[in-house]
């Protein structure tokens, strides 16, 4: 069964920087769909980015420019989410998921895999 797990959220003021993980068990993250969403308090969850198996990547209109998706190589099971300029908008919980159909679509709605999440908080 295909395991995610979740790590380097945290607190951080506007401006700041950090690195999500996750830490895929089971499978290689080089031959899934692999992408980030996230979910802010009485919202919908969104979708951040997404990233294919030949490594074409999509990102989501509010964080373009600032994030960056990536995997880890062959021998290192992870996936990343570098972000940068971060606003208090950006603040949520993140989630890591997998699919392993063709395409690789920003739709948290064909992803069958997720991780439990990590809280990102960014105060003003």
């Known amino acids: 069964q295909v395991e995610l797990a979740e790590s380097g959220g945290g607190s951080v003021q506007a401006g700041g920087s950090l690195r999500l993980s996750c830490a895929v068990s089971?499978?290689?993250?080089?031959?899934?769909?692999m992408g980030w969403f996230r979910q802010a308090p009485g919202l919908e969850r969104e979708g951040v980015a997404v990233?294919?198996?030949?490594?074409?990547?999509?990102y989501g209109e509010s964080v373009k420019g600032r994030f960056t998706i990536s995997k880890g190589s062959a021998n290192d099971d992870t996936l990343y989410l570098q972000m940068h300029s971060l606003k208090p908008e950006d603040t949520g919980m993140y989630y890591c998921?997998?699919?392993?159909?063709?395409?690789?679509?920003?739709?948290?709605?064909?992803?069958?895999?997720w991780g439990q999440g990590t809280q990102v908080t960014v105060s003003s």
């Open positions: 998921a997998a699919r392993g159909g063709f395409n690789c679509p920003l739709d948290q709605n064909r992803f069958g895999y």
């Open positions: 089971r499978f290689t993250p080089q031959t899934y769909c």
């Open positions: 990233i294919d198996r030949d490594g074409s990547t999509v």
